[in-house]
């Protein structure tokens, strides 16, 4: 039985990685911002489009770092229906978070909510970019302004998506992106932070090298050790290379998905958003068994006795997390808790086979309501 897991990593040759890293046996240069580090920060500053780049060893810790440079106080709008680095990065910077509902077709925060939620307290929002869907960048930025608001979203998901003709990353006061394995543009683990302001590039380096000012004898901040090593960028600049292809093949599974798919009665499919340049980052479905006669988690278990792995994702919460009950109020959000408890994002990669994706839909449809 051939086995599928629920996304595989992009990567190089072994020829190509070998020759991008063969210098660095020559130089013993592997981290502190090396040429390999540097170079991709420019190539990557081209790609998104985006006025600056700073990358780190993860996304969760650019996160933690762009929280940290913004100076922010309080409390922090956010969306539930996220990984839990999203919400753990606001409260490891000592912020409360605030849940804010999403919209059901987008998944990403209900811009309509937002402002209710606003207290003199608040200092910044936080959305979250959500399978590749972006949220409506325009009425935050409009929020944000009369409310003078910081704006950093959560743009893992997001890697090369444009709105408009205009790169992700452009929007907001900064962008966190996840480099992870999993993703959709990979150097291994590593993330960075795009941002507007062209003065927290300083702090932005101190952040990410224990909060020492060049020279190590000066320290202005406590910060931790979030460097992006030379392996990792390595990996990273081959995978640049090909990352357009490799979302070219990712749309084909996507389309047949939706093909096989959409328009199943209780069977909610991802669909593109007018006006997007879509990466396909991720395939996500919602079961509603009073209609298609499946729960989520009975379609999971069927496909995982297959040897099928799909993913709950997300489930749970971060509002429903045990460690924030009894430090936070925990607003309750409605559709986010609803789409946990139905959603499932279904196996996307770049090399998944037609005839795989053919055989993942019949399992998912069979014995369902007709």
Not at 8 to 35: A, C, D, H, K, Q
Not at 56 to 67: K, P, R, V, W
Not at 249 to 256: G, I, L, N
Not at 258 to 275: D, H, N
């Amino acid at each position: 039985m051939n086995k599928i897991n629920v996304t595989r990593s992009s990567m190089p040759s072994f020829e190509e990685y070998m020759e991008e890293i063969r210098e660095l046996w020559e130089s013993r240069w592997l981290t502190n911002m090396g040429v390999k580090h540097n170079e991709l920060q420019d190539r990557l500053c081209e790609y998104l489009s985006a006025p600056n780049v700073s990358l780190f060893t993860n996304g969760h810790l650019a996160l933690e770092a762009a929280i940290a440079v913004m100076g922010l106080t309080g409390e922090v709008i956010t969306t539930p229906f996220t990984f839990a680095s999203t919400t753990q990065a606001i409260v490891r910077n000592g912020l409360t978070p605030v849940f804010c509902d999403i919209d059901p077709d987008t998944f990403t925060i209900d811009v309509n909510k937002i402002e209710e939620l606003i207290t003199d307290k608040t200092s910044a929002i936080i959305p979250v970019h959500v399978y590749g869907n972006v949220c409506d960048v325009y009425k935050i930025e409009e929020i944000a302004k009369k409310h003078d608001l910081k704006v950093i979203y959560d743009a893992a998901h997001v890697f090369g998506v444009r709105v408009g003709g205009r790169g992700i990353g452009s929007f907001g006061d900064a962008s966190m992106f996840s480099f992870h394995a999993t993703k959709v543009f990979n150097t291994i683990e590593g993330g960075c932070v795009t941002y507007a302001d062209e003065s927290l590039t300083e702090r932005l380096k101190i952040q990410k090298n224990f909060g020492m000012l060049p020279g190590g004898e000066i320290f202005p901040e406590v910060a931790g050790n979030a460097k992006m090593n030379e392996f990792q960028a390595a990996m990273g600049l081959c995978n640049l290379r090909h990352v357009d292809g490799e979302i070219e093949k990712r749309k084909a599974v996507v389309m047949r998905y939706i093909e096989r798919l959409g328009g199943v009665p209780g069977i909610k499919t991802w669909q593109p958003q007018a006006g997007v340049k879509h990466n396909y980052a991720y395939f996500p479905v919602l079961f509603d068994k009073e209609v298609f006669g499946k729960s989520r988690d009975e379609v999971a278990a069927e496909l995982k006795d297959e040897g099928i792995l799909a993913r709950k994702y997300f489930y749970p919460i971060t509002n429903t997390f045990d460690c924030y009950k009894g430090r936070f109020e925990l607003q309750e959000t409605p559709i986010a808790l609803k789409a946990s408890k139905e959603v499932l994002t279904l196996p996307l990669y770049a090399d998944l086979a037609l005839d795989d994706v053919d055989r993942i839909c019949d399992i998912v449809l069979s014995g369902a309501e007709k």
